[in-house]
């Protein structure tokens, strides 16, 4: 049972350029959440899905997309990066709703865009 | 607005001391409270949950309080190690949803 796993760890990204964070959970967890964690700041969520096929904003969404196919797996999807998308992206899941169960967290992704 | 406010921002104590770190919110309504640790690059890692009715939580050397009235919740570490050195997140939810707010952490070092 290896949890919540994220891919890469660290990414150097151009401004423009694009990419795909990776996130996949093994504990058939409904709901999964993308977070940014900026310096000295708390955790901000950036969208969240409850099950498979289903997706949405969080509070801070522009510039991100989701998707949902499976029940394991939950990419976030930068299309055209920005210095200020440098910054450390967790992805999170729970079996029910985050409000009221246990959440999960992955080791992170180091993204910087220069 | 809902906040989720903590102090000390950071904190440097002895190896083997106690220490408590404390957390303010302005989170309603009111549905549980959580800490976390988290370990550089790493990340959180729940250490308790209290709801309004739970005023006091332990986790091994880690024992939370929570002041519904007064909306404080106080994580009190005993007999620390080094290994405790770590940033520690206070987490409130609004409602038993997906909205979690969360404080920007208290970082602890231990040192020998």
């Known amino acids: 049972n290896a949890g919540v796993t994220q891919t890469p760890k660290f990414r150097i990204l151009k401004i423009g350029q694009s990419m795909t964070l990776q996130c996949t959970q093994d504990m058939n967890h409904n709901y999964m959440y993308w977070y940014r964690q900026d310096p000295g700041m708390g955790l901000k969520l950036i969208y969240y899905s409850v099950g498979a096929g289903i997706t949405d904003k969080g509070e801070v969404p522009n510039g991100y997309n989701v998707s949902r196919s499976t029940t394991e797996d939950f990419p976030l999807r930068l299309e055209l990066a920005a210095p200020s998308q440098t910054s450390v992206y967790f992805c999170?899941?729970?079996?029910?709703?985050?409000?009221?169960?246990?959440?999960?967290f992955g080791p992170g992704t180091r993204l910087t865009v220069t | 607005k809902n906040q989720v406010e903590q102090s000390p921002q950071s904190l440097i104590i002895l190896e083997g001391k106690n220490c408590t770190l404390q957390?303010?919110?302005?989170?309603?309504?009111?549905?549980?409270l959580r800490w976390y640790k988290q370990d550089t690059g790493r990340g959180p890692v729940s250490l308790t949950i209290m709801t309004f009715s739970e005023n006091t939580k332990s986790n091994g050397r880690y024992t939370a309080t929570l002041d519904a009235d007064t909306k404080q919740s106080s994580l009190h570490i005993t007999a620390s190690q080094l290994s405790d050195s770590a940033s520690y997140i206070c987490?409130?939810?609004?409602?038993?949803?997906?909205?979690?707010?969360f404080g920007k952490g208290t970082t602890l070092s231990v040192s020998s």
């Open positions: 957390c303010n919110y302005t989170v309603s309504p009111f549905s549980n």
């Open positions: 999170a899941s729970t079996h029910r709703s985050a409000g009221g169960h246990e959440q999960y």
């Open positions: 987490v409130v939810s609004a409602k038993a949803g997906t909205a979690l707010i």
